[in-house]
T-cell receptor, first 113, second 110 residues
Framework: GENVEQHPSTLSVQEGDSAVIKCTYSDSASNYFPWYKQELGKRPQLIIDIRSNVGEKKDQRIAVTLNKTAKHFSLHITETQPEDSAVYFC????????????FGTGTRLLVSP | DSGVTQTPKHLITATGQRVTLRCSPR?????VYWYQQSLDQGLQFLIHYYNGEERAKGNILERFSAQQFPDLHSELNLSSLELGDSALYFCASSDRVGYTFGSGTRLTVV
């Protein structure tokens, strides 16, 4: 089955710096890759996603890139702000016909003022 | 409000007891997924229901069971509770595009 690895597990940056979180997946049939942000004690919320027919997608300060050949995708956050501090999860959807996301282990991002 | 409703928000119970967590998906979503998140851990997939039928099982213990009713709400039953079952339990519903999570039920077993 699908396996998603996520790195780093923790990431500390200064406000204004960029942050990059990387994920690799094992199932070449996976075709949908969302990213979720989870603040402490709250529900994971979708922040951006990308499908396998697209190489890059951007939404204001966040962007996701996908390399299907290498089977990895990355989340890029530019001009980080303290409110970006949270745990970020990547996920992959094996193309089973029914949405079942396989999540990475999460990255705790800390943005210091 | 995500549209996915989970009750109760908090639950404190003793070891050996049985509890039921409830989830109502977003209007129109047929799929419900249950995840367990222990302290500082990732999201562990438990089970998936689609339109009343079980579709996939993850690392769900035999002491746990779930069902989805005709009105599409789902219940997760946890029995013979152990201290290690303390966690946040999330459900999510899907419209085949993405997941929307509920706010979770925080279960504390004492």
């Amino acid at each position: 089955g699908e396996n998603v690895e996520q790195h780093p597990s923790t990431l500390s940056v200064q406000e204004g710096d960029s942050a990059v979180i990387k994920c690799t997946y094992s199932d070449s049939a996976s075709n949908y890759f969302p990213w979720y942000k989870q603040e402490l004690g709250k529900r994971p919320q979708l922040i951006i996603d990308i499908r396998s027919n697209v190489g890059e997608k951007k939404d204001q300060r966040i962007a996701v890139t996908l390399n299907k050949t290498a089977k990895h995708f990355s989340l890029h956050i530019t001009e980080t702000q303290p409110e970006d501090s949270a745990v970020y999860f990547c996920a992959a959807n094996p193309n089973t016909g029914f949405q079942k996301l396989v999540f990475g282990t999460g990255t705790r991002l800390l943005v210091s003022p | 409000d995500s549209g996915v409703t989970q009750t109760p928000k908090h639950l404190i119970t003793a070891t050996g007891q049985r509890v039921t967590l409830r989830c109502s998906p977003r209007s129109g979503d047929l799929s419900v997924y249950w995840y367990q998140q222990s302290l500082d851990q990732g999201l562990q997939f438990l089970i998936h229901y689609y339109n009343g039928e079980e579709r996939a099982k993850g690392n769900i213990l035999e002491r746990f069971s779930a069902q989805q009713f005709p009105d599409l709400h789902s219940e997760l039953n946890l029995s013979s509770l152990e201290l290690g079952d303390s966690a946040l339990y999330f459900c999510a519903s899907s419209d085949r595009v993405g997941y929307t999570f509920g706010s979770g039920t925080r279960l504390t077993v004492v």
